[in-house]
């Protein structure tokens, strides 16, 4: 398998001063507090990480995801509900079910997709989806793998709900390759945007723009999501960066064969 440092999230427990803030005992726990916390916050720390450019890349990236008339779809780690919206608006005919550990930000999610009777949503645990297999036509997880204690066994599950042929996509932060545009990044979140969210959204509390910069220290850049992508047994894969690769998408096909085929 592809190397990913599952265990980083404990030293991220340190590194962020989550253990300052929050006092559960597993890093599932941990992260599920920080969103609830997050929740009202969340839509307004997204548009001053993305100078505004979320929605726009929300469209894209949801245009890219290979979808028949009627498809069912997850949207896994759905938090407030940006990619259900998207894919509920833009095809109507197809079921989405948004889930999320967080009952928070589900609220805000529900609030923003008032009118939209084609997305169903539900608290769960994005290890152990609460499907059967092959439920879904697709499976999405946006800015979500790197929450989980366990990145490869969130793909495995999402695999394991996705009928075979069917397609699994995940957005997230990558590593853009322009040495100047990549310091000019690494300057903005590592040591503008924490003081930003210091002083306009986080007084007193946990400060959200520490974990996003941290976090991605530990996680995959666009070449190590390719070969987790196909060590699992993914098929058709294809990548795509959006503003000069600072975020990345991958989408690929659960395969039709059986045995042998990376599903665990």
């Not at 592809?2 to 265990?7: C, L, Q, R, S, V």
């Not at 001063?17 to 920080?34: I, L, M, S, V």
């Amino acid at each position: 398998m592809a190397a990913h440092d599952n265990e980083a999230k404990l030293r991220l427990i340190r590194d962020v001063g989550f253990d300052r803030h929050f006092k559960p005992g597993t890093w599932a726990e941990y992260n599920r507090q920080f969103f609830d916390g997050l929740a009202k916050k969340y839509d307004a720390t997204n548009a001053l990480h993305s100078f505004g450019t979320k929605p726009a890349i929300d469209r894209a990236a949801c245009a890219r995801i290979p979808l028949l008339p009627g498809a069912r779809v997850l949207d896994v780690c759905a938090g407030s509900g940006d990619i259900s919206i998207e894919i509920a608006r833009t095809h109507p005919d197809a079921r989405i079910v948004a889930v999320d550990a967080s009952a928070p930000m589900l609220e805000v999610a529900r609030r923003k997709a008032a009118g939209l009777a084609n997305i169903e949503f539900m608290t769960g645990d994005a290890l152990r989806l609460p499907f059967g297999d092959a439920a879904f036509d697709a499976a999405v997880i946006s800015f979500g793998l790197r929450n989980l204690s366990d990145l490869q066994a969130g793909l495995r599950e999402m695999m394991r709900v996705v009928r075979p042929g069917g397609h699994i996509s995940n957005i997230d932060q990558g590593k853009p390759p322009n040495p100047l545009f990549r310091a000019l990044y690494h300057a903005y979140f590592h040591h503008i945007a924490p003081v930003i969210g210091k002083l306009v959204f986080h007084r007193g509390e946990f400060n959200s723009f520490r974990y996003l910069p941290e976090s991605n220290r530990y996680f995959p850049d666009q070449a190590g999501m390719a070969a987790i992508f196909r060590e699992l047994g993914l098929e058709d894969y294809r990548a795509y960066d959006y503003w000069l690769g600072a975020v990345a998408q991958q989408v690929a096909r659960v395969p039709v064969r059986g045995a042998g085929s990376g599903r665990a």
